[in-house]
């Protein structure tokens, strides 16, 4: 009688804890329980993204200044060396008033096979 007892109880402990485990289960995989897990795993990726954009910058910055020691980029200006050129080529002028408009004509056949025919 105690063994079919200790069987019986056994049986519904087993029975109420696959039910609990599966409705658990069931709830993770909702879709709004699907989207929240989503939307904190995107938000810890941004996370993890800004830092590590955040440790690039700084490294640029301080690589930035090794190299500009090392070249002599932070000393003053030389007096003796000339200055600063401009510009290779200047603007024109613009026209008072400007030239009749010409169109180009079109080919009657393009070799460009990327062209919707």
Request: charged share 30%.
């Amino acid at each position: 009688m105690f063994r079919r007892t200790f069987w019986f109880t056994a049986g519904a402990a087993a029975g109420v804890w696959a039910t609990t485990k599966v409705n658990r289960k069931i709830k993770q995989l909702t879709p709004e329980s699907l989207a929240a897990q989503a939307a904190d795993k995107a938000i810890v990726a941004g996370h993890k993204l800004k830092d590590f954009a955040l440790d690039v910058r700084e490294g640029m910055v301080r690589r930035e200044a090794e190299l500009g020691e090392a070249l002599g980029l932070e000393a003053p200006a030389d007096p003796e060396l000339p200055g600063r050129r401009g510009l290779a080529v200047e603007a024109a002028e613009p026209e008072t008033h400007p030239a009749p408009a010409t169109y180009r004509k079109l080919p009657s056949h393009s070799y460009n096979r990327n062209e919707d025919h």
